[in-house]
């Protein structure tokens, strides 16, 4: 065993894994080869999917199609998880950006978007984390242990792209709320951190994602494994003193000064 431990005996769940190219999934196969069990969520029945995967993996897992915007599903999800696993110890707030049913956040100068656009982009974003946090904390104060991973952005947080503001903001807030929830649980065993991935390559990539992903001085887009890889390792014992943190990962994107592209 590694020096920093494994999560055999550890329930993780992580919210927003239906893509089967995206980074809540390949989180989900990570803390599963880490040696937890994996509650992994979606807001359709492709999550039903993803456990078939998981499971000829040999990881232990169950997926759950709940809508994490509402309270109420949020609820659910933590008393299915109970009855399944007993509870969860790590949570990965992967859900957000895009959606299945809801399509992707508003893009548009700020005189373009609506109440309506705004909410709904902080709601996806920023609501399920927050309720998520809200519904599962308690469980881990009680057991004298937990995870909890925020999936940020470089956008918001670190850098910002014209006509993005909503996604930009919530996702800033994201690492606000991350910062908050560490003091408040520091002294319980429980960690809290961020990732903030710059350009992925996942299914969802459109051609200038991955052509800004290109210019970065690794010259490539990340992986999502690249991203569950960090994630994974937040959640790992060794890692015990490191909370409140926000981990950019970008292949140095963000801090490259001098373009020529």
Known sequence: MSILGDLAGKVALVTGAGSPTGIGFATAVVLGELGASVVVTSTTARIQDRVLELTDRGINAVGVVADLTLDQEVRRLRELSSDVYGGVDIVVNNAGMTSVERGSDAVGAIESL????WHLGLTRNLDTAFLVCREFLPEMKEGGWGRVVMVAST??????????????TAKAAMVGLTRS?????????????????????????????????????????????????????????GLSYVTGQVIVIDGANSILEARTN
């Open 114 to 117: 609506s109440l309506t656009d």
């Open 155 to 168: 956008t918001g947080p670190v850098n910002a792209m014209a006509g993005h503001t909503v996604y930009a």
């Open 181 to 237: 929830l560490a003091l408040e649980v520091s002294s319980m065993g429980i960690t809290v951190n961020a990732v903030a991935p710059g350009w992925i390559a996942t299914g969802s990539a459109s051609d200038d994602e991955l052509r800004y992903g290109s210019a970065s001085p690794i010259g490539r887009s990340g992986s999502p494994q690249e991203v569950a890889s960090v994630i994974g390792s937040l959640c790992l014992p």
